[in-house]
């Protein structure tokens, strides 16, 4: 794994459509926007905030986490004129020994059902099999989150199966927990 590709320099990723890239401080009202709405985060392990100074903090902690390099956290753009945070996608627990990392992602609700997740995974499962040389890609799922799922299959991932009572979800409890995945020999072919 190459990790410097990803914790040297925030890279900015891009497709026709899109591009990923750091969120800034100037993003505030729309990190607030995706924050403040708790559908966006039904089934996601992330406590919805509603509190603008809160927010504000959390875009702080985007690059504190980037610094330990434990995550990552890109903004989703439109292209070629990214100034709309669409959304935000991240990669974390980038595990060298395996060899593996563990997506996530979540948009604003105004920009839901227009295939910008899926663009949006496709872009950062490129980048990191192609630069980052990862070998596993894996996503975490709650079973009710159909949209989720349907991005995940829409880019070649396969469900592995679910884990039963597996973890604490902040706000949810103990969840079951679908696990999809995708490997680089899945995408290469």
Known sequence: MNIEAVFEQLPNLKSEGFVLKKIEDYHLEEVFEIYNNDKVFEYCGIIPKHNKDTVKNMIGHFERDFNKRSRVKWGIFASPKPDRLLGIIEAADFNQKVNAVTIGYFLSEAHWGKGIASEAVKILIDFLFMDVNVNRIQAEVMPLNETSK????????????????????????????????????????
């Open 150 to 189: 349907k991005v995940l299959l829409k880019n070649g991932f396969i469900k592995e199966g679910t884990l039963r009572q597996a973890t604490l979800w902040a706000g949810k409890g103990i969840i079951d927990l679908e696990i999809y995945s995708i490997l680089k020999e899945d995408y290469v072919e």
